[in-house]
């Protein structure tokens, strides 16, 4: 271990730390010890300290994926470090390094300002970078796994630095290996990202390719910039999604299921309209899978706009369950199964929950 990764640090510990507004959901929740870190050293310190105190680690991103249970045992860490390095720059591409605990929506206008092409299409979505690798978070026709290089961090039941290729992160539809073999016991502390210096749009999803249309129509002689692009998805995502800040939510709070072609097929005789996406290099047993819109399965089951005590499923998007203030962990639990339960009756497909109980 490097020599200044061994110097001792300050610690800010806090105890009964109230996580209520370190959530979207807005779910009360307190946690039993909390600390922010600034540095690798004192992140080291920190994991020393709950080695100690034979304490629990938990890490805390932007709060934006989880589901904050009434008393979290144990330390919970958030990194505070929020750098941009650049590694390397060649013809084509620039490599950056960017500090986990930058604000996501952030670094993506940052790396446009730098002339650094790729993630233009993941703005505004909610989170820090260092939970982008963990979901391999997607929208608009891009994945963020496509786009690192490595990620860095520490295990925290041993305290060793520990990097990962991007075929090493084993990425696939919302998944990554920080989400398999090194669930609760990862923390990632920098991401590096390959982008692209030549921009090339990307606009396979239906509203930024009209958008792109009419602007090549309205604006022959000008070339369609990432910054444009970032306008356009950040327009359409704020007119289907909530702000937070206004009505917690957790975003979309189902993944789209993937399921065998065959079974979509069959779903298609009898509803010729359900949105089927390919999903590439998918199979099992040999069987081609494809990825079908939870949204659209919610919608149909008439859940949209529809509301269950104080959670309620989005009058614009029926993906995204929204909580009223005062709601508790039971009426998130009460309206997520009721969802699953219609879902799975009307289609036989089994829903499953993005955020994850954070205890």
């Known amino acids: 271990m490097p020599e200044s990764f061994q110097q001792a640090a300050p610690l800010n510990i806090k105890a009964q730390y109230d996580l209520s507004d370190l959530n979207t959901l807005s779910l009360a929740g307190e946690a039993e010890y909390f600390a922010r870190f600034n540095s690798i050293s004192e992140l080291l310190s920190l994991l020393e300290y709950a080695k100690n105190k034979q304490l629990k680690l938990k890490v805390l991103g932007g709060g934006s994926n989880m589901i904050v249970q009434p008393q979290v045992n144990g330390l919970v860490l958030q990194s505070a470090m929020q750098g941009i390095k650049k590694l390397a720059e060649d013809d084509a591409t620039v490599t950056y390094a960017v500090d986990a605990g930058l604000n996501w929506h952030q670094w993506v206008l940052q790396s446009i300002e730098l002339g650094a092409y790729g993630i233009e299409n993941l703005a505004l979505i909610p989170g820090t970078v260092g939970a982008c690798p963990i979901q391999n978070i997607g929208a608009y026709g891009v994945e963020v796994g496509q786009c690192i290089e490595e990620v860095r961090g520490l295990q925290l039941s041993s305290g060793q630095c520990m990097s990962f290729t991007a075929a090493q992160c084993d990425f696939s539809y919302r998944d990554s290996i920080f989400k398999k073999q090194y669930k609760n016991d990862f923390i990632i502390t920098q991401v590096i990202f390959k982008l692209s210096k030549h921009f090339k749009p990307q606009t396979a999803y239906a509203p930024l390719k009209q ?69 590439q290099g998918s199979s099992k047993n040999k069987e081609v899978l494809v990825k079908v819109a939870a949204g659209w399965l919610i919608d149909q089951c008439g859940w949209k706009g529809k509301s269950l005590g104080l959670a309620k499923m989005h009058d614009q998007q029926a993906l995204v369950l929204t909580l009223q203030a005062g709601a508790s962990q039971q009426d998130l639990i009460n309206i997520q199964q009721a969802v699953q339960v219609d879902v799975n009756n009307k289609f036989g497909i089994g829903l499953q929950p993005e955020p994850q109980p954070f205890c």
């Open 211 to 279: 958008m792109a249309e009419q602007f090549v129509e309205d604006n022959s002689a000008q070339l369609l910039s990432a910054k444009q692009i970032a306008n356009w998805v950040i327009e359409v995502r704020n007119s289907k999604l909530p702000d937070p800040k206004i009505i917690p939510n957790a975003g979309s709070f189902f993944t789209n299921p993937i399921i065998p072609k065959s079974q979509a097929d069959e779903l298609l005789s009898q509803f010729p309209n359900m949105p089927v996406y390919a999903v």
